[in-house]
């Protein structure tokens, strides 16, 4: 029988893929058990909100330092010192929460905390992906493999989360988050990986971070894509945080309820990942990506304007799957065109557009919340990212003639012959 997902031929990828997946479902319960502790402590959208801003707003401001760490020092190693830690960051929550002593300070605190973790974990592991594959050609595959990852998670662990905050408490989450660290720790302890060679720079810094900006959006393929990927995070990607509102208020539900949808948010993100990871080729990403806002958008106002849980799930999963086929596919086509020694450096820059900007859209959609409601403001939402989608597919006849020679030089498209 053919194998149809190309990442799995590496044994690394393998370790990596199985690591990852016993993770990732403990950091969803996290996020889950987060907002809904949140929820509960202060019965704010606005703090919902906050929360959010808080844990991902080291993303953007030290994001560029992130990439230029990524580019300097082995990745494999920097990336099982920030699993270590989110480890601890993960147990310290646990004991706070079982013991009764958490409040909304500590939650904010501890977030923050995550969030300057992932300021350097977020590019390493993006860009480690390409360390561990074998073949140049899976690339693709497994950036998408690594989406499909977390939406699996995405899916399972909220379903688990909500039965046990109902049935034992939200701490309970925190401490098999802590504990599900391991499994990609050993993973990575257990890879053969060749040396990476490091460039010498002789530049400072805050040159080399320069450099990576002036690169990058010096790029047109490569900027417009970062300009899509931050409007689409700073108005789709809050949607989770305000999630506990639309449970509890709008479909007068229980914690069940929330893990539902975000249960269902993950089956329409699995769809899209599984899609991407089976793709045979990098071409017709773009149209992907002009795609894939509008399917938000359209699941973001459906959503919003729904008042029963049975037609909520499906727009919702319509929200996930716009969701994943956007990251992904920009993911894919960036780390394609992209310099192999500015990797680091650009990826941290997907990294300000996608994680950065979601902070600004937690706090963003929180005071909208308060003021207009969360129904509205879904609508909002969905409406900025239909708009921002079609701008970018008008751009398209344009970026096609900039990338076609990167995909001749790197063998994805057949040269065309001279006459």
């Known amino acids: 029988m053919k194998l149809t997902l190309p990442a799995l031929r590496s044994l690394n990828y393998r370790l990596f893929f199985a690591g990852q997946g016993i993770s990732l479902i403990g950091t969803w319960m996290t996020q889950l058990a987060t907002v809904w502790v949140v929820y509960q402590l202060t019965h704010s959208a606005f703090m919902l909100g906050l929360t959010g801003f808080v844990s991902q707003i080291p993303s953007f401001i030290l994001a560029p330092f992130g990439g230029l760490i990524a580019d300097r020092y082995n990745h494999r190693r920097l990336l099982v010192i920030t699993q270590g830690l989110a480890m601890i960051q993960s147990l310290i929550l646990a004991v706070l929460t079982l013991t009764g002593t958490i409040n909304i300070w500590l939650l904010l605190g501890l977030g923050f905390c995550q969030g300057l973790i992932n300021v350097v974990d977020a590019p390493v592991r993006q860009i480690l992906v390409k360390d561990i594959i074998e073949r140049p050609d899976d690339l693709a595959s497994a950036i998408a493999l690594n989406s499909s990852l977390v939406n699996g998670g995405r899916l399972i662990g909220p379903a688990i989360a909500g039965i046990i905050i109902a049935q034992v408490g939200a701490g309970y989450c925190f401490l098999i988050d802590g504990i599900s660290y391991m499994g990609v720790i050993a993973g990575l302890l257990l890879m053969r990986l060749q040396s990476q060679p490091r460039m010498v720079n002789t530049m400072n810094p805050i040159q080399r971070i320069q450099e990576g900006f002036n690169y990058a959006f010096q790029s047109l393929p490569i900027r417009s894509i970062l300009l899509l990927m931050a409007l689409f995070s700073l108005m789709a990607m809050s949607n989770t945080t305000l999630m506990p509102v639309f449970a509890i208020q709008i479909l007068h539900g229980d914690a069940h309820t929330l893990g539902f949808l975000m249960a269902a948010s993950g089956v329409g993100a699995l769809i899209g990942g599984g899609y991407m990871s089976t793709r045979p080729s990098i071409l017709g990403l773009g149209k992907v990506i002009a795609a894939a806002p509008i399917l938000c958008g359209v699941g973001l106002i459906g959503f919003a304007l729904s008042r029963t849980l049975w037609l909520s799930i499906p727009m919702i999963m319509l929200v996930g799957l716009g ?22 450096r650009v990826m941290s820059l997907f990294t300000m557009s996608f994680l950065g900007m979601t902070p600004f859209g937690n706090i963003l959609s929180g005071i909208l919340a308060s003021t207009i409601g969360v129904q509205s403001t879904f609508v909002l939402n969905g409406s900025i990212c239909i708009i921002g989608a079609v701008l970018f597919a008008r751009q398209l006849p344009t970026l096609k003639p900039l990338v076609h020679p990167i995909y001749i030089e790197k063998g994805i498209l057949p040269a065309v012959p001279s006459e």
Request: proline share 0%.
């Open 323 to 344: 969701s994943i086929l956007q990251i992904s596919a920009s993911n894919t086509v960036i780390q394609t065109i992209v310099a192999d020694d500015k990797r680091g």
